[in-house]
């Protein structure tokens, strides 16, 4: 899910981007122009089409050559895909350089977002996991040098079909136990498979699936709150809207 989208001219010498940390994983490309990032101990150099991804909690800001704009694209993602986690595990960004047909797909699916997050409608869900998934294989493109860890086609056998389970009994909000008993292992070898298929533990992967029903959920307008709490394993839409706002820093 995008957590927040923007694109245009930026003067980030007159106006710094001081650093701070994000809530979700950042995309953040430079299509014209120069830009460098701004981190506590000072700036690196400055790049000119470069796409960088900082995981969620990474420190850092943004400068810009003087006197001049750059042309940017932003997007902040609730989550990121496990190839882009494993690249970037351990790390506190990742670089990479664009060609230009690369810029010109990255300003156009920065468009694309923008025409979605400022008039939502039927596909929004759709187009941002599209904008996901071309900047993610981007990613793994330019990165051809790492060696990734492949998860064993066994163990992501099991965890599809944990979380298969797991969608279709989500109004009964089942536990962690009732998850393993399904896939037919135990918790702990759960939490095993989990790390090592996706990078990260069983209840932070449950809680993304039931928070992308919820969204797909929150879409249809003629679903009242407390249907939604329901369908998505919440005891009631009170319960809901706090985990939600906790979740997205914003009420359903």
């Avoid at 790390?195 to 929150?218: I, S, T, Y």
């Amino acid at each position: 899910m995008l957590l927040y989208t923007s694109n245009g001219k930026r003067e980030y010498d007159r106006r710094p981007v001081l650093p701070m940390g994000r809530r979700g994983w950042e995309f953040q490309a430079v299509l014209a122009g120069q830009i460098a990032t701004l981190l506590p101990n000072g700036p690196p150099p400055l790049r000119a089409r470069t796409l960088w991804v900082f995981p969620p909690g990474s420190v850092h800001g943004w400068t810009g050559a003087p006197g001049e704009a750059a042309e940017v694209a932003v997007f902040h993602f609730v989550g990121a895909l496990p190839p882009v986690r494993q690249l970037c595990a351990g790390m506190s960004v990742l670089e990479l350089p664009l060609t230009t047909g690369q810029a010109r797909r990255v300003r156009a699916l920065a468009q694309l977002a923008a025409r979605y997050w400022n008039r939502p409608q039927l596909g929004l869900l759709v187009c941002y996991q599209q904008i996901l998934c071309e900047l993610s294989l981007m990613v793994c493109e330019g990165a051809p040098q790492l060696d990734l860890p492949v998860a064993v086609d066994r163990s992501r056998a099991t965890v599809m079909r944990a979380m298969q389970w797991y969608v279709g009994h989500l109004a009964e909000n089942p536990g962690q136990e009732a998850v393993a008993r399904a896939a037919g292992v135990s918790v702990a070898h759960l939490r095993r498979l989990f790390h090592r298929v996706f990078g990260r533990a069983p209840k932070a992967m449950l809680d993304q699936v039931r928070f992308e029903q919820a969204l797909h959920l929150l879409a249809d307008q003629d679903l009242k709150l407390a249907a939604i709490a329901a369908a998505c394993g919440f005891g009631s839409a009170s319960a809901f809207s706090r985990a939600f706002k906790t979740a997205f820093g914003s009420n359903p």
